[in-house]
């Protein structure tokens, strides 16, 4: 029989090693933003979608939602300050437009996955911008998909960050996926993507005083496998190189900028996206594309500001490529919004948006679409 003394001793220890060892630190974050938007001409749905424009272009329509509203998990280790993890949801898992019927009676969204990541301090694995990305010179827009020319990616990677005074070193291996178009569009399905490596990428930041400046690359290996011919397969090496920033000018101006350049750059780039090359019966051909944006914020005072905000992309396709339907060409896209900071936490904004996208027929759409939004931050 167990005597009560040792039960009460071994509680103690127990109650003492569990009161040691404290669980992590959890904070939540986030926002709720709702959007107001009214299309002038042209459609794209509840954010920008430039590959799509054209697709159907009702005019004078009103759409109001919540779907950029975002939760943030963050774990803060008590044993190890440098040992951190994030998770990080929105709601636009179905894309630029809500699935059908969605907005008849519960106007219900779907989660979508962000980021969700470990972080050590120097090695990050998990799914985060891509290390190609700078997403700190992001213009402010209010539209959700941003300006044309930006590199917009997340995925998963692993990643090495090695920092000493206000330099920042990093490099990734990044989750690879072959983006392509086809000439013969039914033949696309003769073949499947084959990614045996993974994206590298190298990041170069230098911060300064007034700000910072970012030099970054990648290469990738384009790969396809025909699926109706087994000894037939298609590779090619794709790189691609970009330059962005973030300078504070005085006490009332921001500047932001990007500029990127690629041979096979394809998703890289937000607008290129499935334009890193083309498949014709005699092979896989990587396609030049280039873009960036500049963006100007001029701050009024504490409470009011407003950004300027220019982007474009070109994506060279030869002449001699035909195809069954018209490939997306150049892509511009200019941003104006006024935003009025309600207090630290809340803001209202009132913004125009203008796109263009141009095909390889020299067919032109156009967007033209106000957004009212506010933001509350938790």
Do not use: C
């Not at 001793?9 to 669980?23: G, K, M, R």
């Not at 697709?55 to 109001?64: A, K, L, V």
């Not at 998909?145 to 090695?162: D, K, V």
């Not at 997306?328 to 809340?346: C, D, P, R, W």
């Amino acid at each position: 029989m167990v005597k009560k003394p040792f039960l009460f001793a071994l509680s103690s220890v127990l109650i003492s090693t569990s009161a040691n060892a404290a669980p992590p630190q959890l904070s939540l974050s986030g926002y709720i933003k709702v959007d107001a938007l009214y299309q002038l001409s042209g459609h794209s749905g509840d954010r920008t979608d430039y590959a799509t424009l054209g697709q159907g272009e009702p005019t004078n329509t009103t759409r109001i939602h919540a779907r950029e509203s975002r939760v943030r998990a963050s774990w803060q280790s008590d044993q190890h300050s440098s040992l951190t993890a994030v998770l990080e949801l929105d709601f636009f898992a179905e894309g630029s437009s809500p699935s059908s019927g969605s907005e008849k009676i519960a106007n219900g969204a779907t989660p979508r996955l962000r980021l969700a990541y470990i972080d050590t301090g120097h090695w990050q694995v998990g799914q985060n911008w891509s290390n190609f990305v700078d997403a700190t010179s992001f213009p402010e827009t209010l539209d959700f998909a941003n300006e044309a020319g930006q590199s917009m990616l997340r995925q998963s990677q692993i990643r090495y960050t090695y920092r000493h005074a206000n330099w920042q070193l990093s490099v990734a291996a990044e989750n690879p996926q072959t983006d392509y178009v086809s000439t013969e569009p039914s033949a696309q399905s003769d073949y499947n993507s084959v990614d045996p490596l993974f994206d590298m990428s190298a990041r170069a930041r230098l911060t300064l005083s007034s700000g910072h400046v970012s030099l970054q690359s990648v290469y990738r290996q384009l790969k396809l496998d025909n699926t109706t011919q087994s000894n037939q397969s298609e590779t090619e090496h794709a790189f691609g190189v970009g330059l962005s920033t973030k300078l504070t000018l005085g006490s009332n101006t921001t500047l932001k900028g990007y500029l990127g350049y690629g041979r096979g750059l394809g998703r890289y780039t937000q607008e290129a996206n499935n334009y890193a090359a083309y498949l014709t019966p005699t092979g896989l051909n990587l396609l030049n594309s280039g873009g960036g944006y500049l963006a100007y914020q001029y701050r009024f005072d504490e409470r009011w500001r407003s950004n300027l905000s220019l982007g474009t992309v070109h994506i060279s396709h030869p002449k001699s490529i035909t195809s069954d339907s018209p490939l997306s060409y150049k892509f511009t896209s200019l941003h104006f919004n006024t935003i009025h900071q309600l207090s630290t936490a809340m803001y209202i904004g009132l913004e125009y948006a203008l796109v263009r996208r141009v095909l390889t027929n020299q067919q032109t759409h156009w967007l033209r679409r106000i957004q009212l939004s506010t933001k509350y931050r938790f």
